[in-house]
């Protein structure tokens, strides 16, 4: 038996976790972020300290920003390793739900250790302790179960080995992954326990790959061979399974065209002849001219959201059906589609290997082809700067970055009208270049996950990509990259205003109220005065970020270079005009829904109700 604390146990239990598949073992946590306060500092903190902790610290700033950091980690290693977030109670805690929902909401595994109150109420209550009247064993944390794959409260001990049992068991489960949290109350932190030798025994938790049931398998391939115009759905289960090869051997026997969610980019690179880009609200033309007339959709891991579905108005063949593998039970059935649930490259072989010598025709294939090419000028086109010492539109800092980086580059984004961009034109040129996190998209993930995935990607070039928006919301984190000395690299898009919102208002009849970041002009509601004086990139200078002005796209071309081969935290701020300006980039090629007043005085909203209510028409169930 070893004397320690529930915290030093919990640290030294943690430090002994591994995660393999195929025959690689990494470590499940491979470091812990946190912010110390009352609540852990005198629990995780003093244990983190001590010399038996095997377990690297991250200095965080903001606990929101932590877990994005942490879910950028785990990401870009593809789900088999992760970090863990420990805060203090109260607004500590409660700062961990965003953050947490958006792991849980793109199965991404972290987890989370916030302190709690006392278990044993010695002083009742205690500093930033929630009340409620009608029961005695609430806390704050319990915001987080909604947005947790496990939850537990340690309130004794004992209690905290089979509590991390089940969190490392669901935090490597493939189909249920997400946020995992141990709220741990600051009392029972500090108390010692008799533990057994076993528990800090090296423990190795297997990522299997389950087959796909026989009997569905061959429906799948009887599908595909009756089907005269299928087309596969890339989402982000291929990456997580690290199935692109299996996919590029589907795609390269049969020639069926594969398009892509906002997660499966980059599944195929953008050269290759079956890619036709992405799908749906933001997707190209291609793509969603094939799903319009498509008799049969093969979802690979992915969760049909109403972006991907065009809410549910873009898959119009009257027979269509569907056909989905994934490794999760409940997104396989989506879409009344038969279901393969199963590891998607084990999926992906199969059939791949039950439709020898079948391929599409090639009148199929043709069309497809032509209509990448038509779209590959587009996005010529939107890139294309005739002037080079003029601002650049969003679409050409794009071009210029696309010009510049190579498959090592690393993209991450997650909010504001850059994601639709991003999805319709960018040039994936690796199978984990495309990090857009697209389930939550959640403005202030870009810098704290561009930190998670450097450190997952050492030596990598991983560019943050942030609009002014999102900049405001979350910048915190510039400071624990100075720190550490991670040398991300961040782009700031000055548009002064919410563009991506902007251009959504105006098409639902809101007339962008509320969108720009302007002077109040006088009395009333409106915002129409002259810019605010914000200095964006002075800011990010004063957190201790190298900051590079780009005013033309000649400049912008050279501080992006200057940018990459940088070795510290480097910035490019560009202005790419207001916000009412459109980015250059295509229009949206599908609807998505999103409901207009059904009555109004305003004539802009009469005639966005008018439309809202054609496009509304054309949705369709799939039963």
């Not at 205690?126 to 409260?153: H, I, K, M, T």
């Not at 050279?558 to 490019?572: F, K, Q, Y």
């Amino acid at each position: 038996m070893t004397r320690l604390t529930t915290a030093q146990a919990l640290v030294r239990f943690l430090s002994h976790q591994y995660s393999e598949r195929d025959g690689r073992r990494r470590r499940l946590i491979a470091a812990t972020w946190g912010i110390f306060g009352h609540g852990n500092v005198a629990g995780i903190g003093q244990a983190l300290v001590e010399p038996s902790a095997d377990m690297p610290y991250v200095q965080g700033r903001n606990e929101q920003a932590m877990v994005h950091a942490a879910v950028g980690y785990a990401r870009q290693s593809r789900r088999l390793s992760a970090h863990a977030v420990t805060t203090s109670i109260g607004p500590g805690a409660t700062n961990l739900v965003t953050g947490a929902a958006l792991a849980t909401i793109n199965h991404l595994p972290v987890l989370l250790l916030p302190g709690d109150v006392f278990a044993t109420r010695p002083a009742d209550p205690v500093l930033q302790q929630l009340e409620v009247p009608y029961a005695g064993d609430v806390s704050v944390n319990d915001c987080l179960r909604p947005v947790s794959r496990w939850f537990d409260r340690i309130t004794r001990p004992e209690a905290l080995i089979p509590a991390t049992l089940q969190a490392m068991r669901v935090l490597t489960d493939p189909a249920q992954t997400g946020a995992v949290t141990l709220a741990l109350p600051q009392d029972v932190q500090a108390e010692a326990y008799d533990w057994p030798e076993e528990f800090f025994a090296d423990r190795v938790w297997p990522v299997r790959r389950p087959r796909p049931d026989a009997e569905a398998l061959a429906q799948a391939a009887d599908a595909v061979r009756r089907a005269r115009r299928p087309l596969i759905v890339a989402g982000g289960g291929v990456h997580h399974s690290e199935a692109e090869d299996a996919l590029r051997a589907l795609a390269d026997a049969t020639g069926i065209p594969v398009a892509s969610t906002q997660a499966g980019k980059g599944s195929l690179p953008h050269d290759h002849a079956c890619d036709i880009g992405g799908i749906g609200h933001t997707g190209t033309a291609t793509a969603d001219d094939l799903a319009r007339a498509a008799d049969l959709v093969i979802g690979v891991g992915t969760r049909w959201s109403d972006f991907t579905t065009a809410s549910s108005t873009l898959f119009a063949s009257p027979g269509v059906r569907f056909v989905n593998i994934g490794i999760a039970s409940f997104d396989a059935h989506k879409m009344a589609g038969l279901a393969l649930v199963a590891d998607a490259r084990t999926a992906l072989g199969e059939l791949t290997a039950a439709l020898a010598g079948h391929r599409v025709t090639q009148e199929y294939e043709s069309e497809y082809t032509r209509g990448k090419e038509r779209w590959e000028l587009r996005v010529d086109a939107a890139y294309e700067a005739v002037d080079q010492d003029t601002a650049p539109t969003q679409a050409q800092v794009l071009g210029a970055l696309d010009a510049l980086v190579t498959a090592d580059d690393i993209l991450i984004n997650a909010a504001g009208s850059l994601p639709g961009d991003l999805h319709k034109l960018w040039r994936t040129r690796s199978a984990d270049q495309y990090h857009v996190e697209y389930g939550y998209s959640c403005m202030g993930y870009e810098i704290p996950a561009a930190i998670g995935v450097a450190m997952a990607a050492p030596g990598r070039p991983v560019w943050a990509l942030v609009g002014d928006g999102t900049y405001l919301m979350n910048p915190t984190e510039i400071v624990t990259a100075v720190q550490e000395g991670v040398p991300i690299r961040m782009v700031i898009l000055q548009n002064h205003g919410y563009a991506s919102i902007g251009g959504l208002s105006e098409a639902v009849g809101a007339e962008r109220f509320g969108t720009d970041y302007r002077h109040r002009s006088g009395p009333g509601r409106t915002y129409t005065g002259a810019p605010l004086p914000v200095d964006l990139a002075a800011n990010a200078q004063s957190l201790g970020m190298r900051v590079i002005r780009a005013g033309t796209v000649r400049d912008l071309r050279e501080a992006l270079a200057e940018a990459r081969a940088a070795d510290g935290p480097t910035c490019v701020y560009v202005e790419t005009g207001r916000a009412d300006i459109v980015s250059g980039a295509p229009e949206a090629q599908a609807w998505w829904d999103v409901p207009v007043a059904e009555t109004a005085t305003r004539p802009s909203a009469v005639k966005a109700r008018e439309e809202y209510d054609r496009q509304v028409a054309s949705r369709r169930r799939h039963l």
